[in-house]
């Protein structure tokens, strides 16, 4: 038997306001995760600008490490060049997730 979720209500006459709901939906669902990924794939595609930003795609951001799928290993290299400048752009457009390392991941 699935597990209902109850919202709490501030209202005392039974109506939930949605800005009362919405950040509860957003951590059961984890759409902000979600959201966070799309977010530092845009930033990722903006840094390593064209022709990188439409071959390349954000596979995970976790302990400082942000996971890049390339489709090439001459793609790997290639970046691995502007590795540095990469970095620091990612670590000023995105300093609260502490990014210290990229890492290229070759993928069909």
């Not at 209902?4 to 006459?13: L, N, Y």
Request: cysteine-free; hydrophobic content about 40%.
């Amino acid at each position: 038997m699935k597990k209902k979720t109850a919202f709490i209500s501030s209202s005392k006459v039974g109506v939930v306001r949605i800005a009362d709901v919405l950040p509860q939906l957003i951590a059961k669902y984890g759409l902000q995760k979600q959201r966070n990924t799309e977010q530092i794939t845009q930033i990722w595609r903006k840094t390593v600008g064209e022709p990188f930003g439409s071959v390349t795609r954000v596979i995970a951001l976790k302990s400082g490490t942000i996971e890049i799928a390339v489709p090439h290993h001459a793609f790997v290299q290639e970046l691995s060049f502007r590795q540095s400048e990469l970095l620091t752009g990612l670590k000023t457009a995105l300093p609260e997730e502490k990014i210290k390392r990229i890492k290229f991941i070759v993928t069909n």
